[in-house]
């Protein structure tokens, strides 16, 4: 039997992310604000006749979010099913948002942006009084839009940084005095909105907490790490599909 060389310690990717990213993950889990129904007013009701007093059932309606959504901006809404009648019957129909292409500005970026939107989107914008706003405000569960994360991520960076309106000193303190409730340190700015697997990526590769995140996993005694392959140097497949089953954990 081979002998076996077990590492000392085993570091979890998702103890390796700091605090701050560990509650961003866990708003993102959070139920959204309902946007395709009405969520029932009261918990319990009472019946008038018999004085029974019932629970009223709260079921969100089933939503999908596809991989466009991620692309665009569509103020939470997504697609459903549910029926249409007919003269026999009835059959199931897709219920998709009614997508436009359409301009942004954003006064922290100082950026004209073409992105596709919905008119609740529109709506949205119009209720926080500007793009930006409706970016930094809206809670991330409901954003339901990685391209709306990664511009917070950016509106935070240059807000932290000071990158913004080099050139107009003037213009400067009025946008940092205007947006300065959303002002965060830099190294959180940096991890807000990232996916998990960039997440991953970014604390394996030194931006977590402490030193280096390292991957270790028992490998037997006279099997190379390393291979080489056609004159390359490439990793051991048991360490690659350790790292693989890691990612999948914590995706």
């Known amino acids: 039997a081979c002998m076996m060389s077990v590492a000392k310690k085993f570091v979890p990717v998702f103890e390796r992310f700091p605090e701050h990213y560990k509650r961003f993950l866990e708003e993102l889990r959070k139920r959204p604000t309902p946007v395709h129904y009405k969520p029932p007013k009261e918990k319990y009701v009472q019946n008038p006749d018999t004085k029974e007093i019932k629970r009223v059932e709260d079921v969100p309606i089933p939503v999908i979010y596809p991989k466009e959504c991620q692309q665009g901006i569509w103020g939470g809404e997504g697609i459903i099913f549910g029926y249409r009648r007919r003269k026999y019957g009835r059959y199931v129909k897709y219920f998709t948002p009614i997508l436009k292409r359409s301009v942004v500005y954003s006064e922290i970026l100082d950026k004209y942006m073409r992105v596709t939107l919905t008119e609740r989107t529109v709506l949205l914008i119009n209720q926080n009084f500007g793009f930006d706003q409706y970016i930094l405000k809206t809670p ?65 590769d030194g931006g977590g907490q402490g030193e280096r995140c390292t991957f270790e996993v028992p490998i037997p005694q006279g099997l190379p790490r390393r291979t080489r392959i056609e004159g390359k140097e490439q990793k051991s497949p048991i360490v690659e599909e350790s790292q693989n089953v890691a990612l999948q954990s914590y995706s």
Do not use: C, N
């Not at 990664?150 to 807000?159: F, G, I, P, V």
């Not at 003037?170 to 409730?181: G, H, I």
């Open 140 to 204: 991330v569960q409901d954003l339901k839009s990685q391209l709306a994360l990664d511009l917070r991520r950016k509106m935070l960076l240059a807000l932290a940084r000071k990158d913004l309106y080099h050139d107009d000193e003037k213009k400067q303190r009025e946008v940092l005095e205007k947006y300065k409730e959303f002002i965060i340190p830099e190294e959180e700015a940096e991890w807000f909105g990232l996916t998990p697997r960039a997440g991953w990526k970014k604390a394996y």
